[in-house]
Structures are given as C-alpha cells and as structure tokens.
C-alpha cells in the first residue's frame, strides 16, 4: 500500500533551517511529484510547493520562494523539503503529499517549532 | 492568483442532517476542485476531485457538484464520524494550489 513517512518533530530558534524528509513506498517513487504544504496553527492549509521527481523539476509558491528547497533522492524514495531563515510564523505541522488529481497519499505531519 | 472563498466557516448540526458547504473560485477553474476532510491531530483526507468524482472508498453520503467558479460539498446525512474541518483546494491555476479558509462542521 502506498505510504509517506515524514521524519519527526523539530525545534529550531530563528534564524537556522531545518530539513524534513518523506519517504515513499508502495509505488514507483519516480512516476508522481511531491507536494509540500504546511498548517500553522488553527489555520488552513498552505502550499509551499512541488517537486516533479521524474525531472527534479520544482515550482514554490512565492511566500516562501528563496527560503525553500525541495529536493528528492530517487534511490532512497525520499523527498526533501528545507526552510532556511526560520521565523516563528513558520512554526506549523508540515506535510508531504503524492500528487494526483486530488492528493489521495498524505505524510503524518512534522511538527517545526520555531522558538528562541 | 486564484483566491477560494469557502463558507460558512463554521457549521452546527446534528447526526442526519443534510449539510452543505460552498466554494468560490476568483475564476474559473474548470471543475479542478477537491475537497477534503480533516480531523484534529490528523492529515487531511480526500473525499472527492474534479468537483464530484468519490476518491476511493469515501461514503456515498459525500457528494460534490459545481462549475466555473461556484462548488459545492453535501454530506446527505451526517454520522458522528463526520464531524471534523472540510477544505476545499483549486488545482486548475497551477502551480498555485489554493485552498480555502475551512469549515469546521461541529455537533450541535
């Protein structure tokens, strides 16, 4: 069955980065991208973007666009996604999601806590 | 962008009711519509895509129809296990994928 491992809860001050890996199994790794969305607290959904992991093609939304890095290893089945510059609007439950139409395969959320 | 404006943002109802819950693009967005359900502590979950087709498994009692910029999600009659945050989440303007602010359907 398809399933995406998010690696566990971090906490960072401002400033540093942190890094968040997703591990897919249950299907051919390289034959869908991976979304990357984030929810801080009490509020809706944000996405902060994609990697097409056939190419390693990325697009990121603008918010985040220069503080952002999603990157894939295609012989682990894992995706990446890096925030640098860490303020503590980005402390929220980030989640990686199996492209389709509809996101039918989501991680188990990462909780990044963003604190001095 | 795309913006989605999605309401009420809160709704109380009771088990067998019939609830509906709207979407509203800023454009038209051509069906690429999807709905999903979240519960507290949890991922959220897919209940439908391309505004009415059912992901796999999901209850029959969850309907979704819509077109060009108006959509909207029916849950024909409420079980205590649908109690949770519904979102609504463009992916025709991509690659911007909108979601909207949220319902949160609580017992009445």
């Known amino acids: 069955q398809v399933q995406l491992v998010q690696s566990g809860a971090e906490v960072k001050k401002p400033g540093a980065s942190v890094k968040i890996s997703c591990k897919a199994s249950?299907?051919?790794?390289?034959?869908?991208?991976i979304h990357w969305v984030r929810q801080a607290p009490g509020q809706t959904l944000e996405w902060l973007g994609k990697?097409?992991?056939?190419?390693?093609?990325?697009d990121y939304s603008q918010k985040v666009q220069g503080r952002v890095t999603i990157t894939s290893d295609t012989s682990a089945s894992t995706a990446y996604m890096e925030l640098s510059s860490l303020r503590s609007e980005d402390t929220a439950v980030y989640y990686c999601a199996r492209d389709d139409s509809g996101w039918s395969f989501w991680g188990q959320g990462t909780l990044v806590t963003v604190s001095s | 962008d795309v913006q989605m404006t999605q309401s009420p943002s809160s709704l109380s109802a009771s088990v067998g009711d019939r609830v509906t819950i709207t979407c509203r693009a800023s454009q038209d967005i051509r069906n690429s519509l999807a709905w999903y359900q979240q519960k507290p502590g949890k991922a959220p979950k897919l209940l439908l895509y391309a505004a009415s087709r059912l992901d796999v498994g999901v209850p029959s009692r969850f309907s979704g129809i819509g077109s060009g910029t108006d959509y909207t999600l029916t849950i024909s009659s409420l079980q205590p296990e649908d109690f949770a945050t519904y979102y609504c989440?463009?992916?025709?303007?991509?690659?911007?994928?909108?979601f909207g602010q949220g319902t949160k359907l609580e017992i009445k």
């Open positions: 989440q463009q992916y025709y303007n991509t690659p911007m994928y909108i």
């Open positions: 990697i097409t992991v056939g190419n390693g093609y990325t």
């Open positions: 249950g299907y051919t790794f390289s034959s869908y991208a």
